[in-house]
């Protein structure tokens, strides 16, 4: 099965709402980083954690190792949030600093 | 900086012929890493530099794909014998060292299409 279970798989909201994308890891993970993918296909960071929260204007990360989980909260949705969020694990295991990515989450934000 | 740059950023090949992707990594980043990104698949990684040594391959497939570093200012990915299923964006990302605290950044792919 997938290391990374990313979800929900596509999220329509509202100007001015908010909402949590989540992901959860069937395997010990040693950093978590989120990506949003732009229309022209660019993966641009987010957030990488190793552990605890980290907050940028509208968009708060938690990651938390001990129960495999790490969440995207979106507060205040603008227009230009829209597109693919993807949030990619680094694997615990010594030497293995390649990323897991979840399947992502399609955002559109809606007028 | 100019970031991780990937050329071409778009190529289309016949089936059967060869198509080699180049990576420039940001100046002074060690690693280097190679992802594929397709509709079905997602994102997979496929192989990683540091330091120019390749340090894992474990998601290149076995035959056709083959990866290099010469020098510490590009990578190129290559693939021979080109199939409809090679299709994909390849992604290109350096990282500092390739260790924890420290994000790899992306290129912005490029696009392959086989025909």
């Known amino acids: 099965g997938d290391q990374v279970e990313q979800s929900p798989s596509a999220l329509s909201l509202h100007e001015g709402t908010g909402s949590a994308l989540r992901c959860n890891f069937t395997t010990t993970m040693r950093a978590v980083q989120w990506f949003q993918q732009n229309s022209r296909g660019s993966l641009i960071n987010l957030f990488y954690l190793a552990s605890g929260t980290k907050e940028n204007g509208r968009l708060k990360s938690t990651f938390n190792s001990k129960e495999s989980y790490s969440t995207l909260h979106i507060r205040d949705a603008q227009l230009e949030d829209s597109g693919t969020y993807f949030c990619a694990a680094e694997d615990g295991t010594e030497g293995a600093d390649r990323l897991t990515f979840g399947k992502g989450t399609q955002l559109i934000i809606q007028p | 900086n100019a970031g991780v740059i990937q050329t071409p950023r778009h190529k289309v090949t016949g089936k059967g012929q060869e198509a080699t992707l180049w990576c420039e990594p940001i100046?002074?980043?060690?690693?280097v890493f190679w992802y594929r990104q397709t509709i079905v698949q997602g994102l997979e990684f496929l192989t990683y530099f540091r330091n120019q040594a390749p340090i894992d391959d474990s998601g290149m497939p076995k035959e056709r794909f083959s990866a290099q570093m010469p020098n510490q200012s590009h990578s190129t990915l290559k693939i021979q014998s080109t199939q409809p299923q090679d299709s994909a964006v390849y992604l290109c990302a350096s990282s500092p060292t390739g260790r924890g605290n420290q994000a790899p950044l992306f290129g912005e792919g490029t696009r392959l299409s086989v025909l």
């Open positions: 100046s002074g980043h060690s690693a």
